[in-house]
């Protein structure tokens, strides 16, 4: 199975930062990462896919990069609403699996 | 715009069998573009991905190997709609549980609404 790392699982962060969030990957997965939004209570929200293309909707402040094992989700410009956990999920091959989190707080 | 809504019960006994449904509207369990998941988190595992249904000429099902030997993933043409059967359940199983449509290259888009099980006698 692929593992995916997530660094870090928690940061503190204000309005108007850039915040950055890692995901290595176990092996090689080219460009087959995925990225989602929880809120507390609520199902994940699909953010971007194909390590960066942004899904319908997103606001333009989140971007993705990376390929191979290093992956990173980027939100330029920290707002109220992006408080919340995010998690990667590798697309490669089965088991499709995910990172562990990434809660992103005050 | 697709939409997923799932049905079942949130209290199921040790050693039953755990049944979910997923009704699906703005797509088809049929299509041939899509896969129909589900997908369970829990403070200790975490979002785990447990198998797929899928279309492609005829049905094709994945499963995690974690609960293989204890879960079916069903597809109802009729109804529209796809099933989850987990036996022989655990507090290990206690979890949310979501349907989801697998989309493009296995991206996991839309989610259902999640639907908290605990298992207890």
């Known amino acids: 199975d692929i593992q995916l790392t997530q660094s870090p699982s928690s940061l503190s962060a204000s309005i108007g930062d850039r915040v950055s969030i890692t995901c290595r990957a176990s092996?090689?997965?080219?460009?087959?990462v995925n990225w989602y939004q929880q809120k507390a209570g609520k199902a994940p929200q699909l953010l971007i896919y194909?390590?960066?293309t942004l899904q319908s909707g997103v606001p333009s402040r989140f971007s993705g990069s990376g390929a191979g094992t290093d992956f990173t989700l980027t939100i330029s410009s920290l707002q109220p609403e992006d408080f919340a956990t995010y998690y990667c999920?590798?697309?490669?091959?089965?088991?499709?699996?995910f990172g562990g989190g990434t809660k992103v707080e005050i | 715009q697709v939409q997923l809504q799932q049905s079942g019960p949130g209290l199921v006994k040790p050693s039953q069998t755990l049944s979910l449904t997923c009704a699906i509207s703005?797509?088809?369990?049929?299509?041939?573009?899509?896969?129909w998941t589900w997908i369970r988190q829990s403070p200790s595992r975490g979002l785990e991905w447990l198998g797929r249904?899928?279309?492609?000429?005829?049905?094709?099902?994945d499963y995690a190997v974690s609960v293989k030997s204890r879960l079916t993933i069903t597809p109802d043409t009729s109804k529209n709609q796809f099933s989850l059967h987990l036996n022989s359940v655990t507090a290990e199983d206690t979890a949310v549980y979501y349907c989801?449509?697998?989309?493009?290259?296995?991206?996991?888009?839309?989610w259902g609404q999640g639907t908290l099980v605990t298992v207890s006698s």
């Open positions: 999920q590798q697309s490669h091959s089965t088991p499709l699996t």
């Open positions: 249904t899928y279309y492609r000429s005829r049905w094709y099902n």
């Open positions: 092996q090689s997965i080219s460009a087959y």
């Open positions: 194909a390590a960066y």
């Open positions: 989801v449509r697998v989309s493009g290259y296995n991206w996991f888009d839309p």
């Open positions: 703005g797509d088809s369990v049929s299509s041939t573009s899509a896969a």
